[in-house]
């Protein structure tokens, strides 16, 4: 493991050693729900326009206490006026997690999940389009901290790696989100703030 990874991981522990309130989630039969979106566009003209957008939604089950397990699935689509790509991923997740003494609920995560990617290109001029299948192993460790009532905020630092082609390439993320907190379930919404590619 990179410093990229180690080092939100220490701030996570301090972070949840000064968290608030306490409830019954983490332990069997508790449920997970939630996901992440994101979507942005930038250029100048409508005709140049870059569009981004990605969904992925969380289910995840604790069929005992402090583990829990659920599918992976996630949606991502690039586009502008010629061109667009899809990956479309599929897999499972596992995971271990924890209320601390105070009151945040400190976890961490992995799996693996099947990409499959389709490109298309289509102008006046020329038209190709393509398909390929890699996978990704995600890993990410997070803190649910409650700050007042149900309420609480997210915080997720990840790190994937992704194979296509014979080919690697390792992703540092980061993301915050929002949680509505009840005795033994968490609804979250999360948004991916940060990416770098080493």
């Known amino acids: 493991m990179n410093k990229y990874f180690i080092i939100p991981l220490v701030l996570l522990s301090i972070v949840a050693n ?29 005709d140049d326009r870059q569009n981004l957008m990605a969904i992925g ?3 995840r089950f604790f069929p005992a206490d ?7 699935l996630n949606w991502t689509r690039a586009s502008d006026d010629n061109s667009s790509s899809n990956r479309f991923g599929l897999g499972g997740d596992i995971g271990f997690g924890t ?3 105070n009151g945040a609920f400190v976890y961490m995560r992995s799996g693996i999940q099947l990409d499959m990617y389709s490109s298309k290109y289509d102008s006046d001029y020329y038209n190709n389009s393509s398909s390929d299948q890699g996978y990704t192993i995600p890993v990410a460790a997070g803190v649910i901290i409650p700050i007042r ?3 609480a905020v997210q915080i997720e630092p990840g790190f994937q790696v992704k194979f296509l082609d014979g080919e690697s390439m390792n992703v540092v993320s980061l993301s915050l989100g929002f949680a509505g907190l009840g005795d033994f379930s968490v609804i979250s919404c999360m948004s ?4 770098y590619y080493l």
């Open 66 to 72: 402090r583990i829990f397990v659920g599918p992976r």
């Open 99 to 101: 209320p601390s003494g």
């Open 149 to 151: 009532g149900i309420l």
């Open 18 to 46: 000064s968290a608030i309130a306490q409830s019954g989630f983490g332990e069997t039969g508790s449920v997970w729900m939630g996901g992440g979106f994101s979507f942005s566009s930038s250029g100048e003209n409508v």
């Open 57 to 59: 939604p969380v289910l």
């Open 192 to 195: 991916n703030m940060v990416n």
